[in-house]
């Protein structure tokens, strides 16, 4: 029987692959035609559509085709101890997949950015570290972020991350009971009352002056980040009114 000979029509009809990556394959020398006639035509042998077919296998496992060319060379145990070490490799990559996928449902569902976890077991930093750093740039050679970064290297790291987390649910709480009032005055009495506890909060780390709590309500208002985190608390108008609240509470504080 003759040894059958396929077109590159064929190679495309049988396996899905392009006729442009079967060009590529041959000038990379991934895979090259059984034979080529004078007119130029490409024609493939059964042999050459099973190293295809295994080359197209390599691709969806995510190989190089650096890679690919290398497996190739081996014998097929060869290939599938590779191929027994890279399945360790894509079921962490799904397990990253998953969390990634959790992370964004969470992020959809409003859970603030500072709150999601997608950067662990990565080499950037978590987002919560990446604000401490941007924090840390803008503010580091001012005396009132020096006071705040001694009192938290008092901590160790356990205590520090309770401490975080306690700061993170005592300030939605009161962002939550402010939304509350938002149809009052920023000056009304319940309405600084809390405004008062907010800078509680803040003063667990720093001692809180006009200075920096002004420039607190102005970060609120201007870096377009916080604007996803205040979503969850008020309407559109939530922002502005919590802006008011911390001004009128830092001109009745100068005023004393």
């Known amino acids: 029987m003759k ?3 396929f077109t590159v029509k064929d190679i495309i009809q049988i396996t899905g692959v392009t006729k442009r990556a079967l060009h590529y394959y041959d000038k990379t020398d ?3 035609p059984s034979k080529v006639e ?9 042999e050459a ?7 197209l296998l390599f691709r969806e496992m995510n190989f190089s085709l650096k890679d690919i060319a290398a497996m190739m060379q081996l014998s097929k145990e060869e290939q599938k101890e590779i191929l027994r070490k890279h399945r360790s490799t894509l079921v962490q990559r799904k397990q990253k997949l998953e969390t990634i996928i959790h992370q964004l449902d969470e992020y959809v569902d409003g859970t603030d950015i500072s709150h999601l976890n997608l950067f662990d077991d990565s080499s950037i ?6 604000y401490e750093s941007e924090a840390k740039f803008i503010y580091g050679d001012t005396e009132k972020y020096q006071e705040f970064e001694a009192n938290v290297n008092q901590l160790s790291a356990e205590e520090q991350e309770k401490a975080y987390q306690q700061f993170s649910v005592n ?5 939550r009971e402010l939304a509350k009032y938002q149809d009052l005055s920023p000056d009304s009495g319940e309405v600084q009352a809390l405004v008062l506890e907010w800078k509680s909060c803040l ?6 002056d006009a200075e920096i709590l002004r420039c607190i309500a102005e970060a609120y208002t201007t870096d377009r980040r916080y604007a996803g ?20 509470s830092i001109q009745s504080a100068s005023n004393r």
């Open 38 to 46: 004078d007119n130029g035509y490409r024609y493939y042998d059964q």
């Open 171 to 175: 300030m939605e709480q009161v962002f």
């Open 49 to 55: 559509l099973g190293n295809l077919q295994m080359i």
């Open 125 to 130: 930093l978590p987002i919560q570290e990446q």
């Open 203 to 208: 003063e667990q780390f720093m001692v809180c």
């Open 229 to 248: 985190y205040f979503d969850q608390f008020g309407d559109e108008d939530f922002l502005r009114f919590l802006y008011e609240a911390i001004m009128v």
């Open 30 to 32: 991934l895979l090259k």
């Open 3 to 5: 040894t059958p000979y």
